[in-house]
């Protein structure tokens, strides 16, 4: 609750009068009344959902079925499967990432060539390849991703890989554990 100010005695209003001066009133200028605002609405997200079914329709890949069955997986000989499980359920933190999105193959090779030489270089144990799911591929699948496979799985110092989880580009994008020199 609110209190109510103490009553000013004569003297203080005396020495405020004596301080400031006479004090006249401030004229009050009515306002226009203002017209009740518009209940937000989310144009944007509305319009990204019109689009998405569009987009399903027009699509030559269906996307639930690269989702089914196109994960990727593999664990090097002679270690252990609880390292692949543990990638799977995302208990490695993610160092670094590269996204191929946009990348012919070969352009796609040589970066992730770079890129994995920089990450065992910089000590990084678990890093993450953008390769996409290949839904603007046409007739060809996900090219990014198969070469992603194939380059992984021939490289002695990769350890393991796994499709990504959901939140992290799902079968999209690939985690990997490298082989470190430390």
Known sequence: MRKSAPPVSNADHELFVQSIGRVRPVKQIPTAASKPQPAPEPVQSQLDEARVSLELLNSAIDPALIEVGEELSYLKDGHSPQLLRDLKRGRYSIADEVDLHQMTAAVAQQVIAIF????????????????????RSRNEGPV???????????????????????????????????RTDR
Do not use: M, N, W
């Open 116 to 135: 994995l030489a920089d990450s065992k270089r910089a000590g990084l144990y678990c890093v993450k390849i953008i390769h996409g799911k290949g839904l």
């Open 144 to 178: 990014l991703k198969r070469l992603v496979d194939r380059l992984l799985r021939r490289r002695a110092d990769v350890i393991a890989f796994a499709s990504a989880r959901p939140e992290q580009g799902g079968t999209g994008a690939a985690l990997v554990l490298l």
